[in-house]
């Protein structure tokens, strides 16, 4: 008999470790393949798209999901082509989830003038989707202050039966087409109806018109629920919201204002923007922007940004959305995305709120949330060893479709 070994072997540990040593190639693996359950990536391709990437290596990363959602376009047309309707259905959305990857990677190029190219090979096959598609799904423009936001209006079968319906808010930098994988098409198969539009500062309003972000959602959702609820085929008894990432703070600011809503979600929950942008700026930096000293703490932003090229990418991309001219100015406008305890104690819409383990970017806040508003919440834990650790859970979508839509279901019915 062979002698067992002293010690066990060092375990394998591929779900802790991670893709990536950088948190943030990790991160968007891990948010691909949570597109997989409702088709938005396959396994392989994502696989295959990263095999040979090194970390912190931004331009082959930005090529190599750049290439991918080229071929799988190329497919999707020849299948479109030939006919074959729902194969190229198929293949449009994962070109547009993998075309999303890389739009968000500009943010790690030297410079942005792929950005605007590679978000419109994004929307093209996200719209080449909806037009091959079997879903029931109308392309809609939502009248917003003398302009319109661009939407996609689902229904789960063809008829207009009179529903529920689900208004989804994206996040800051997430793509419209992800919507689907993060509770829009669990929401259809429940027999709900399903509203995602870019709001100001998302997307298509940011890349193509230049409407950056606002922190006064009331001024976005009001005339959304207002075109929602002119509907024949909406119940106005069982209207929802969702929020997912930044969107759960947006939702939360609207819903101080505009009680229409039946119940919401907040994924998660979100109550100072800030919070994600002060962590990560020297604590000298910090004091002079406390102190309101505005062109010292530009000028020192300014030195920093020169060592490190790629953290002044990151900012430039991350800045965009708030429309600002300095260092000061930018960080002074994100500080007015925070929910006051004032407008917290004006939301009496029942609020289901995810809180999972290892949030990064808005820790504790969640229950923050929770314990301020002034209706019902129900705090609800995610945790790694579900698989369900990390900001909005996203190796584990099914599982929050299945809490989230227990709770959604119930709370209409009343």
Not at 156 to 171: E, Q
Request: charged share 20%; glycine share 8%.
């Amino acid at each position: 008999m062979p002698e067992l070994p002293l010690f066990s072997p060092r375990p394998h540990r591929a779900f802790s470790a991670g893709f990536y040593a950088g948190a943030d190639f990790d991160y968007s693996v891990r948010g691909v393949l949570g597109d997989v359950p409702y088709g938005g990536a396959d396994v392989g391709e994502v696989l295959a798209t990263i095999d040979g990437v090194a970390n912190a290596d931004h331009e082959h990363w930005f090529q190599a999901w750049h290439d991918t959602g080229s071929r799988l376009r190329a497919l999707a047309d020849a299948e479109a082509e030939a006919g074959n309707t729902l194969s190229a259905s198929q293949a449009y959305l994962r070109a547009a989830t993998y075309f999303a990857v890389a739009v968000n990677s500009v943010s790690g190029l030297k410079s942005d003038e792929l950005l605007v190219p590679t978000f419109r090979l994004h929307r093209s096959s996200w719209e080449r989707y909806i037009d091959t598609t079997d879903r029931i799904v109308e392309q809609v423009a939502i009248p917003y202050e003398g302009d319109t936001l661009p939407g996609y209006f689902f229904r789960p079968t063809p008829d207009s039966a009179v529903r529920p319906t689900l208004v989804m808010v994206n996040g800051s930098d997430g793509a419209i087409s992800g919507m689907l994988g993060s509770g829009g098409a669990a929401a259809l198969a429940r027999g709900y109806n399903v509203l995602i539009f870019d709001g100001p500062g998302q997307q298509s309003m940011l890349f193509e018109r230049g409407v950056g972000f606002r922190p006064d959602w009331e001024a976005v959702l009001t005339p959304v629920v207002d075109w929602v609820l002119r509907r024949d085929d909406v119940d106005a008894d069982r209207l929802a919201l969702y929020g997912l990432s930044q969107g759960g703070f947006w939702i939360s600011r609207a819903l101080a204002h505009e009680h229409r809503f039946a119940a919401a979600i907040a994924d998660p929950g979100v109550t100072d923007i800030a919070a994600s942008w002060t962590a990560n700026i020297p604590s000298s930096l910090a004091k002079l922007f406390r102190a309101g000293k505005k062109e010292a703490f530009d000028r020192d932003m300014g030195l920093g940004m020169k060592l490190s090229p790629a953290t002044a990418r990151t900012w430039r991309f991350r800045a965009r959305p708030y429309r600002q001219d300095s260092y000061f100015d930018t960080l002074t406008e994100v500080h007015r995305y925070t929910l006051t305890d004032d407008d917290a104690a004006r939301i009496t819409t029942p609020l289901w709120i995810a809180d999972p383990q290892d949030e990064q970017f808005w820790p504790g806040q969640s229950k923050d949330l929770a314990d301020r508003v002034g209706g019902p919440a129900e705090l609800v834990e995610f945790t790694a060893a579900e698989g369900a650790n990390f900001h909005c859970q996203p190796l584990a979508r099914l599982l929050t479709d299945q809490r989230m839509f227990g709770w959604l279901d119930a709370t209409l019915r009343g």
